[in-house]
């Protein structure tokens, strides 16, 4: 491959003002070598870009370095073929001229340092091949409810081929053999049949003759990558011997929805004492019976017990939710569900009293205003507070509720005839496998297969309940999407909604977090759209998110490998399976491009092409480091993650606060792939310090990679013994955990770890 | 100790809801009126315990309390309450609750429930009053007979003032009677030594003359003077000359009716005994509130119900008809016109005092002084107990 280097430099936007432009290109020229070495006024004007186009078709350039604005600015401009040209911007004017005095030597410094590293990275970058295949487009859709059949419709919409495959012998999932369904608008008082909409809903899905139905199915495994998907779809009814479908899917879109926490084990609320105290959906299925099915209005409710119609009814929200020993979390449904059967109780028993007894009434949005509507009936009394216990007298067939800290200023008792349990949502996401009694994976045994003890190479908070029973994925890392808490399905909820930490797996609706229908038919149609996405980008070569559009992709050098499978384990979306020695075996279809596995292998065989340990390696490398230690002369080597902390830096200079000029940074996909050579190759060359700013990690992360930070954070834990040993302070490294938003905060964080590091002292490695 | 077993009875929060215009169902116990309340005390939180108490219609507890009356509807929980749950308004509504309360005889809760009821009641009595007169004086007067001896103020003492002077007092005794039984009586928590009663009546008698609860309604930093001259005790001094003047004009006819019926215009003692000045302050002041009320720019005149606006009309109307009679005597009109004009007078006058006064808005002025009353015994029979 041919390196015809042409360094252009932009001396517009007070670039030309601030720093000796002339010097620039006399050092670019000295240290680089290139074929083309010119400054512009106005680089990305028509005359500018004209000037590169020139320089590319006579000249034959082929690496442009351009010299000017953040890569985050003027893409469309400055865009050439990318399988032909590697276009590589240095940013002089967000990271150098507006963030440092101008006309300072050291701003100079810091801008010739910043032209070198462009330069070098873009004579060893090769040029991307993306992988493209023709490859299988049909959608396949888990869960006949009322997500699933939505995610089918609109797939079908959209002209994509769609397999849905339903467990039960009906489509319409949870709603199908209820009664009323709570009215989602105002006046919130047309009280309609659950099954309105729903079964036109159905009738839709098994007319089009773009869906295929499976109903009585289940998923028996599912192996392949997006695009080429292998599904075995089984029988679900029971006969065994019934041979198992197969189905080459694209993409998936998990809709299995929720099934009621289980009330047994409520019963410090009492249930079990007597049938009439029973949970939300046992009400709603009683009202079902009651009804025949939707046919009748007129019926009242009786007890269980004795017949006679109900003359009084308790609710206890929350029951078993926002409790640690239960579920902890807000299912988001229970207090409509409530006030709607209150509803309906009054409406066909209107001597009854119906109470509430909640910790907070929590109707999201509109329905606030059936929540008002509700607490103007006179028969319905709201109080909050906390049950403290249930008893059953006998004799008279009350049940007796006791009420603590509530908002009457003290203790109450409440008679009843009925209680109603308000239990919550559990993601039907797959059941845990309780194998030899540990459900835990032990990640710390992990050996390679030379026999050699690994340290554990995968932070234990990442350790993965195992799973099965839903997808049955054929995936080295477990048989299930990875779970973020509660059984939810992981993602990075605020960025990507529907994502699951599995390429081309989709879930939606309340399998992905407790929904109604309502917004159970907004995610439908968010997480098709999403399944389609993936679909095309994949037959394309591109990546989807975060780096969509990327068509670079890591190349396994096998042959050197020590099949220490840190990569396969790391890998946040288990991109890559094992061979039964170890060797990992990529899935470029999974892949989301973020280097996590190149910055785990500890022989180094994983690179892209044009992001490589040896690439940020000649990077660190060209970094000038003066050997008089003087104050200005420290240098600290930031890596920058790209998503949050490389934009930070950049609303940094677009507010023109002033950044200490020691720093010289490097972007990176994701601190999750800086791997640990380069922390050598920067402290061996004499840089003083290493500052890691990336995403917030832990339970509610930011990283868009899900793990990277966290890895990054977890693996200088190792680095530290290494630098221990080198006799060189542990404190020159740091990791910041930050948000885009924090940008105000930059010049204090970096202040503060130059501070640290000039305290230490100058690197002792220095000349060497 | 046994928790309160609740006891929620909706006939009662639907009749709460009838005779007012609070949304308390509204309310989400956030506490706001409480806090911002100036008279609410720790002790007391009204109106937010009245706000739940209603809401679940928690009849023993609303009848015991004896908060509402505390309360002067200075509007400011109304303000500020974030659901618009109008507090200031059912502690309005619960005051006309606890009327019918105290009211053994069932007609308050008819009167509040029904306007139609207070048209028919206060019909029937003027109706009564003709009939009587018509039986005592005829329906004109004798040719040539001189005013006392067409409408003799002997008569008039004997079948119309002292008759119902003893029925107002039987009945508002028998109220308030109920009253002590149902708050102070029923509350076993609180024992109140006899002493006590005596030693605490200035308190009695210094809220009834100076109803000095409706100045801290206001609890502004500023000075008395502040207040005064930018009008924040507007409502309290219009609110204590009116009350002041009916009770002075009450007591003047009950006892010197003789002089009302003689043409002697300018009696010392009559200005002394505020007879003309306290006419004025009738008039003025039922104008001051019917003007508040149309005009519904404070709170606490921003909701009317029929029986407020009954009382300030019937006493406008009352005030109007004695100040012509009284006219007409001293400017000497005819016999026959004055007789006419007395009738009319009483026609008016006796409606409003045998329906407003013991079953409607008038009692307020019994069972407000009277509550502050009891509530400072069981505040201070509860200091005497803890210490």
Redesign the interface.
């Known amino acids: 491959m041919d390196n015809n280097l042409g360094i252009y430099i932009c001396s517009g936007c007070d670039i030309g003002k601030s720093l000796n432009v002339e010097r620039l290109i006399n050092t670019a020229k000295d240290s680089n070598k290139p074929l083309v070495c010119v400054s512009h006024e106005f680089l990305c004007g028509p005359e500018g870009i004209n000037l590169i186009k020139n320089d590319i078709s006579e000249k034959k350039i082929n690496k442009v370095v351009i010299a000017a604005c953040s890569m985050r600015a003027k893409q469309d401009v400055f865009n050439f073929d990318q399988f032909t040209i590697h276009t590589e911007r240095v940013n002089l004017r967000e990271h150098v001229i507006w963030i440092s005095p101008p006309n300072d030597n050291n701003t100079q410094l810091l801008a010739e340092d910043y032209i070198n590293m462009g330069a070098s990275r873009a004579k060893k970058a090769a040029f991307p091949e993306p992988l493209v295949q023709d490859l299988n487009k049909t959608v396949l859709v888990v869960g006949g409810g009322v997500t699933g059949l939505n995610a089918s419709i609109n797939a079908a919409k959209a002209g994509y081929d769609v397999v849905l495959v339903e467990k039960k012998p009906n489509l319409g999932g949870f709603p199908f053999s209820k009664y009323k369904k709570w009215e989602t608008k105002p006046p919130f008082d047309k009280n309609t049949w659950i099954r309105e909409g729903l079964d036109e809903l159905i009738s839709e899905a098994e007319k089009s003759n773009k869906i295929k139905i499976y109903k009585n199915y289940k998923i028996k495994s599912i192996s392949g990558a997006p695009g080429k998907f292998n599904a075995e779809i089984e029988s679900s009814a029971g006969n065994s011997g019934a041979e198992p479908v197969k189905e080459i899917v694209g993409s998936i879109v998990v809709a299995t929805g929720w099934k009621p926490y289980d009330a047994k084990k409520l019963n410090n609320l009492g249930y079990g004492l007597t049938p009439d105290i029973l949970t939300n959906v046992e009400l709603e299925e009683l009202y079902s019976q009651l009804s025949d099915g939707g046919k009748s209005e007129n019926f009242t409710l009786k007890r269980k017990s004795d017949g006679n119609p109900v003359k009084s009814v308790l609710f206890i929200q929350c029951a078993g939710s926002r409790d640690e020993n239960h579920l902890p979390y807000c299912s988001t449904v229970c207090c409509m569900s409530s006030l709607k059967e209150a509803a309906l109780i009054r409406k066909n028993n209107p001597d009854a009293?119906v109470?509430i007894i909640y910790k907070d009434?929590r109707t999201m949005g509109e329905y606030e205003n059936f929540y008002?509507k509700m607490?103007?009936?006179?028969?319905i009394?709201m109080?909050?507070g906390v049950v403290s216990g249930v008893s059953y007298d006998k004799n008279g067939n009350t049940i007796g509720v006791?009420v603590k800290d509530t908002?009457?200023?003290?203790?109450?008792?409440?008679?009843t005839e009925m209680v109603v349990l308000a239990t919550g949502m559990v993601p039907n996401s797959g059941e845990i496998e309780l194998k030899d009694n540990t459900a835990t994976l032990n990640i710390g045994e992990v050996k390679s297969a030379s026999g050699a003890s690994c340290p554990p190479s995968v932070p234990v908070s990442t350790a993965q309940v195992p799973k099965s029973g839903l997808l049955n994925l054929s995936y080295r890392q477990g048989k299930e999407m990875p779970d973020l808490v509660y059984g939810f399905p992981d993602s990075n909820f605020i960025c990507f909604p529907y994502e699951s930490r599995r390429t081309g797996i989709y879930p939606a609706g309340s399998v992905r977090m407790p929904l109604d229908t309502v917004f159970s038919v907004d995610d439908a149609k968010g997480a098709v759209l999403k399944a389609i996405q993936c679909i095309e980008q994949t037959s394309k070569g591109r990546a989807v998110h975060p780096r969509s559009n990327d068509t670079t992709y890591p190349f396994f050098d096998l042959p050197r490998c020590t099949q220490c499978k840190r990569c396969t384990e790391e890998c946040p979306f288990g991109a890559i399976d094992e061979d039964e020695k170890g060797t990992p075996q990529y899935n470029p279809e999974r892949c989301r491009r973020c280097g996590i596995c190149m910055g785990a292998c500890p022989v180094r065989i994983i690179s892209f092409k044009n992001y490589s340990p040896d690439i940020i390696g000649s990077m660190i490398k060209s970094i000038y480091v003066p050997e008089d230690p003087t104050d200005e002369n420290y240098r600290i080597l930031v890596f920058a993650c790209e998503n949050d902390a490389y934009p930070a830096l950049d609303i940094l200079g677009l507010n023109k606060l002033n950044l200490s000029s020691n720093i010289r940074v490097i972007p990176v996909r994701c601190l999750g792939s800086i791997n640990n050579v380069w922390y050598a190759d920067a402290l061996s060359k004499g840089i003083d310090g290493i500052l890691l700013l990336g995403c917030k990690y832990g339970d509610d992360y930011q990283c868009h990679f899900t793990k990277g930070s966290e890895l990054a954070s977890y693996r200088m834990g190792n680095l530290k013994e290494t630098l221990t040993r080198l006799v060189l302070e542990e404190e020159r490294v740091r990791q910041v955990q930050l948000e885009y938003t924090d940008y105000m905060k930059l010049p204090e964080i970096v202040e503060d770890f130059v501070n640290k590091v000039k305290s230490l002292g100058p690197n002792p490695y220095k000349g060497f | 100790m046994n928790n309160t077993v609740i006891k929620t009875d909706n006939e009662l929060v639907k009749y709460i809801k009838e005779v007012g215009e609070s949304n308390f169902k509204k309310c989400f116990q956030c506490g706001t009126c409480s806090a911002v309340c100036p008279l609410s005390t720790e002790d007391r939180p009204f109106p937010r315990k009245e706000m739940i108490m209603a809401g679940w219609g928690m009849k023993e507890e609303l009848t015991a309390d004896l908060d509402p009356w505390l309360c002067y509807y200075c509007g400011e929980c109304s303000k500020n309450c974030p659901r618009k749950a109008e507090p200031g308004e059912l502690m309005m509504s619960l005051r006309r609750f606890l009327i019918s309360a105290y009211d053994w005889t069932g007609i308050s809760k008819l009167l509040y429930k029904s306007k139609y009821a207070e048209y028919i009641a206060i019909l029937i009595v003027a109706l009564g009053v003709l009939i009587e007169w018509a039986v005592l004086f005829g329906l004109h007067p004798a040719a040539g007979a001189t005013l006392s001896q067409a409408v003799s103020p002997e008569k008039v003492d004997y079948f119309f003032d002292w008759p119902i002077s003893a029925f107002l007092a039987i009945m508002l005794t028998s109220f308030i009677y109920n009253m002590y039984r149902k708050t102070v009586l029923s509350d076993k928590s609180v024992k109140i030594p006899l002493s006590l009663y005596v030693t605490e009546a200035w308190s009695l008698i210094f809220n009834f003359f100076t109803q000095y609860r409706y100045a801290k309604c206001d609890d502004s930093e500023e000075s008395a003077a502040k207040k005064l001259t930018s009008g924040k005790y507007n409502f309290w001094l219009a609110h204590l000359f009116l009350m002041i003047s009916y009770v002075s004009l009450f007591v003047a006819i009950v006892f010197f009716l003789d002089w009302f019926q003689s043409e002697n215009s300018m009696p010392i003692l009559h200005i002394v005994l505020f007879d003309y000045f306290a006419s004025i302050g009738l008039i003025f002041g039922t104008i001051y509130f019917i003007i508040k009320r149309f005009s519904k720019k404070i709170e606490r005149s921003k909701f009317s119900h029929h029986t407020d606006w009954m009382f300030v009309i019937l006493l406008f109307l009352t005030a109007v008809s004695g100040v012509l009679l009284r006219a007409s005597i001293v400017y000497s009109y005819s016999v026959s016109a004055i007789f006419y004009i007395y009738l009319i007078h009483l026609m008016i006058l006796f409606p409003m005092l045998v329906i407003e006064v013991p079953f409607s808005k008038w009692s307020h002025l019994a069972y407000r002084p009277v509550a502050v009353y009891f509530a400072n015994l069981k505040e201070k029979a509860k200091n005497l107990s803890n210490n």
């Open positions: 009293n109470y009434m008002r607490q103007d009936d006179e028969g009394f109080v909050k006791k908002l009457f200023g003290g203790d109450i008792d409440i008679n």
